[in-house]
């Protein structure tokens, strides 16, 4: 499984941003998909992941201003950021697992987002 994410770039503090993650080849068994993301000099966190349910998870600092959602069609999930604020600066990675609750074994390049205040 290859994992493609898209959509880092600079943005004032308020405003929105879309990162969008493509899976491909054996993705037949994808269940969770998830963003993470790791600031200078911090460790990486997870930001919030989504099953092919539609069960999400949200850290609480991005809760109430990110939402996760995905296009099982497509194989691509999608994380929407409004609201941001310099703290959410990170490089923010995709990533992917067969199994829920057991850590990520798919990983995608990183992009960055930085919010400028």
């Known amino acids: 499984v290859q994992l493609q994410a898209f959509g880092g770039g600079l943005v004032q503090a308020g405003g929105s941003l879309v990162l969008s993650c493509e899976a491909s080849?054996?993705?037949?068994?994808?269940?969770?998909m998830a963003w993470h993301r790791q600031a200078p000099g911090k460790q990486r966190e997870l930001v919030a992941s989504?099953?092919?349910?539609?069960?999400?998870e949200f850290a609480d600092s991005v809760q109430g201003r990110f939402t996760i959602f995905r296009d099982n069609t497509k194989n691509t999930v999608y994380l929407q950021m409004n609201s941001l604020k310099p703290d959410d600066t990170a490089v923010y990675y995709c990533?992917?697992?067969?199994?829920?609750?057991?850590?990520?074994?798919?990983w995608g390049q990183g992009t960055l987002v930085t919010v400028s205040s």
């Open positions: 990533a992917a697992d067969e199994r829920y609750g057991l850590g990520y074994h798919y």
């Open positions: 080849g054996y993705t037949f068994n994808i269940n969770v």
């Open positions: 989504i099953t092919s349910g539609g069960i999400t």
